[in-house]
């Protein structure tokens, strides 16, 4: 279906899924370890040859923000994106810093949306959750941080166990308080999309255009709706508008890919 293929540049990232290893049988009877990050982070460091893993060891003893920022841009590199996300929660427990919290969340909930098995995507669904939590302690005037906590709890409901509606509550919250937010539009919207409120989503995305006209993710999500409802010519618009908004070689080139599916239906 295309409209998997544009989710996938909405939420585009430049680092490539863990690929998910192999179960090893268990005796009968035994029971399952529970699943930690450490265990992911762990065979990463087993697959490294000794120079390198010597110094993510010296750069893990050290414990300094360099150090730690270098552990990150490392795993970043690798792109073992669980490792790079590990690295972030440690620096924002030492810092306790908002931006280092909102950073973890927002790595952990990329993990739990893309990657993973079930007990590893509850696993980091409970971390993002977690640290958006602790952001928003810190700054509670920060109506983004509580889009991303609103999104966390609604992308990881049926996996944590919660209501999906205590997350859209959030999110409406946010719009009460501030009707112009974009980020609480954008992602109401999206979500208007996957009930099939479909005009609801119309709705929110054009408020989104009309409080930033230049504002080129809105267009995905429109060529998204409107594929959905079949409205292919539209959806091509939608996709040359946001074309003529962004600059990066690689997503036009995607979005060219789209445009010429679509197309075939009109």
């Known amino acids: 279906m295309l409209a998997l293929g544009i989710g996938a540049i909405l939420y585009f990232t430049p680092i490539a899924p863990m690929v998910e290893k192999e179960v090893e049988t268990e005796e009968a009877g035994a029971p399952e370890a529970e699943y930690t990050i450490t265990d992911d982070v762990t065979e990463i460091k087993n697959s490294l040859d000794s120079a390198t893993l010597a110094q993510v060891n010296g750069w893990e003893a050290a414990g300094t923000p360099e150090s730690v920022d270098s552990l990150i841009g490392f795993f970043d590199m690798l792109r073992k994106p669980v490792g790079a996300a590990y690295h972030a929660l440690k620096r924002a427990e030492e810092t306790n810093d908002v931006d280092h919290w909102t950073e973890a969340g927002e790595r952990f909930l990329l993990n739990a949306k893309y990657m993973g098995d079930a007990d590893r995507k509850k696993s980091w669904y409970q971390q993002a959750q977690l640290a958006f939590e602790k952001a928003s302690e810190l700054a509670p ?126």
């Open 141 to 266: 005037e920060d109506l983004d941080i509580k889009v991303d906590l609103g999104v966390c709890m609604i992308e990881g409901a049926s996996l944590l166990g919660t209501p999906p509606m205590q997350g859209i509550g959030i999110l409406k919250s946010v719009e009460q308080q501030d009707p112009n937010n974009v980020k609480a539009l954008i992602n109401l919207g999206y979500f208007s999309i996957r009930s099939g409120q479909f005009e609801k989503a119309q709705e929110r995305f054009d408020q989104v255009l009309k409080i930033d006209p230049e504002y080129a993710d809105a267009y995905l999500y429109l060529a998204d709706l409107h594929e959905r409802e079949k409205k292919f010519a539209e959806a091509v618009k939608d996709l040359e508008n946001y074309k003529s908004l962004v600059d990066d070689p690689q997503r036009i080139q995607e979005v060219d890919n789209y445009i010429q599916e679509l197309s075939k239906n009109i």
